[in-house]
């Protein structure tokens, strides 16, 4: 049972014809210091505590989001100067993505890491998608030349649709929605990182990561993102080099929300 004065959610207790467990969520009108309390699935009807006080619409919302499918694209691409036109990836990476009502702090220290992640904390009404083993999932994602750009994407999977009825190939051919879409050039990275990341890098080697917070577009959304500078390439003039592994993205419920309505025909 999660429990905080924002929201709660409680765990179905299923039969033994089910092989796992679902979790519901409930989204109150108002703060309550209610203590934590439990939903069985066979209960034909919820408690008054619950009807009094549940905002239902926002409820379903949440409970929609937290079972819908995502998928984070991350990609390094160059920006024309003139035009702002993005090219081909040079490189790019994908992963499968959860939102949840809670954020997971991640550090950039592996040490502290396992600690953080046992205390998730309630980040309602933002969504937040993590990615636990962000260095191994995105460890190709080095950005190194001026003109290139880091570029992250999170788009919906087709569950939604298919949830709904829709057969999977009319499913298949419908077109990727995209929830996020956002940009940071290399200069604004370089920027964030200060002007000791190319001598911590001599001095440490390429592990010694920072937390740089990206803001999306028109202030919507934040992104965590451990940059780290690795050693310059060889040649006169050359730029430093940085890793960028996306931690953490949150964003409003209500775009989410929006993103997961229209792909449902």
């Known amino acids: ?16 014809s089910y092989s796992t467990d679902d979790m519901l969520f409930f989204v109150w009108k108002q703060p309550t210091d209610n203590e934590s309390y439990t939903v069985r699935r066979q209960t034909a009807n919820l408690t008054s505590i619950i009807e009094a006080g549940v905002d239902w619409r926002k409820s379903v919302f949440l409970n929609l989001i937290v079972h819908a499918d995502f998928r984070l694209t991350l990609a390094v691409c160059r920006q024309d100067a003139e035009s702002g036109q993005l090219s081909e990836p040079l490189v790019k990476a994908h ?3 959860y939102a949840s009502p809670a954020t997971t702090p991640l550090s950039v220290d592996t040490e502290s890491r396992d600690a953080l992640a046992e205390s998730p904390l309630p980040c309602w009404p933002e969504i937040s998608f993590a990615v636990a083993n962000f260095e191994e999932e995105f460890e190709s994602l080095v950005i190194g030349q001026t003109d290139c750009c880091f570029c992250v994407l999170l788009s919906l999977g087709r569950s939604a649709a298919l949830a709904q009825g829709v057969n999977r190939k009319a499913t298949a051919l ?6 996020f879409s956002g940009l940071v050039t290399y200069p604004q990275l370089k920027g964030a990182m200060g002007p000791s990341a190319g001598l911590l890098s001599y001095l440490f080697g390429p592990k010694q990561a920072r937390k740089v917070v990206m803001r999306g577009p028109g202030g919507r959304g934040e992104a965590e993102v451990a940059v780290t500078a690795l050693p310059k390439a ?3 003039g050359a730029e430093q080099r940085l890793r960028c592994c996306l931690m953490t993205l949150r964003l409003p419920w209500e775009s989410v929300a929006a993103s997961i309505l229209k792909a449902i025909p």
């Open 95 to 97: 992963s499968r993505v």
């Open 234 to 236: 060889r040649g006169d």
């Open 1 to 16: 049972v999660f429990n905080t004065l924002e929201f709660r959610s409680s765990k179905f207790c299923l039969t033994a």
């Open 174 to 179: 419908m077109p990727e929605q995209i929830v």
